[in-house]
């Protein structure tokens, strides 16, 4: 069973860096990549990046420097590093499967998601 | 960036009733779109690949279509277990990027 949970330490302080784990099962993070997203007010997505099943990454430009993922393929860990939080961070982030077919990639499972709540 | 414009942002349906919700890519992105539901307190869930394939365990009630730049999902007769947001999704080229969401209550 594919399962994907993300943990974190929920409130966070401005300008503090922001360190999110996300914990799969069910399948090998050196077969599938994993995809950070967040939600802003309970509805915009927006794609954060992601790692490859080969360990490389890619990230949304609008995070210019200061998003960081990376793995441990012998935990089946995801990490996901921000630095520079603001206000404007807060909402809840989520980490999720990409599967790729003939039709193309696709999140096909998705983490519960964990709040992140910036305030001073 | 691809943008997304997704229609319309909110819609009220009563049961059994028909609806559409479309995206529209600022460029073409061929197939490369998928659609998602977020029930209420849930994380989102995959409905439908490659514009117009049903994923898995996803009721029949649901299908996708494409014309050029313009994707839609339309859901026959609702349920109540539909209630949720609805998002699509390009996969054609980073960044991904997402349609701003449709929210669908019922009447």
């Known amino acids: 069973q594919v399962q994907l949970k993300e943990s974190g330490p929920g409130l966070m302080q401005p300008s503090q860096p922001l360190s999110l784990t996300c914990t799969v099962s069910?399948?090998?993070?050196?077969?599938?990549?994993v995809h950070w997203v967040r939600q802003h007010s309970g509805k915009n997505l927006e794609w954060m990046g992601r790692v490859w099943s080969d360990g490389h990454t890619s990230y949304n430009s609008a995070f210019t420097s200061r998003l960081s993922i990376s793995r441990d393929t012998s935990t089946s860990q995801v990490f996901l590093k921000m630095n520079s939080l603001q206000t404007e961070d807060i909402g809840t982030y989520y980490c999720?499967?990409?599967?790729?077919?003939?039709?193309?990639?696709?999140?096909?499972?998705w983490g519960q998601g964990t709040s992140v709540t910036v305030s001073s | 960036d691809i943008q997304m414009t997704q229609s319309p942002a909110s819609l009220s349906a009563s049961l059994e009733e028909i609806v559409t919700i479309t995206c529209q890519a600022s460029?073409?992105?061929?197939?490369?779109l998928s659609w998602y539901q977020q029930q209420p307190g849930k994380s989102p869930q995959l409905l439908i690949f490659g514009a117009t394939n049903l994923a898995d365990g996803v009721p029949s009630r649901f299908s996708g279509s494409r014309s050029g730049t313009q994707f839609s999902l339309k859901i026959s007769r609702i349920q109540v277990e539909d209630i949720g947001i609805y998002f699509c999704l390009q996969a054609y080229r980073a960044p991904w990027t997402f349609g701003g969401g449709t929210t669908l209550e019922l009447k």
């Open positions: 999720a499967r990409n599967y790729f077919s003939t039709s193309g990639h696709v999140m096909d499972a």
């Open positions: 069910g399948f090998s993070l050196t077969s599938y990549s």
């Open positions: 460029q073409d992105i061929d197939n490369w």
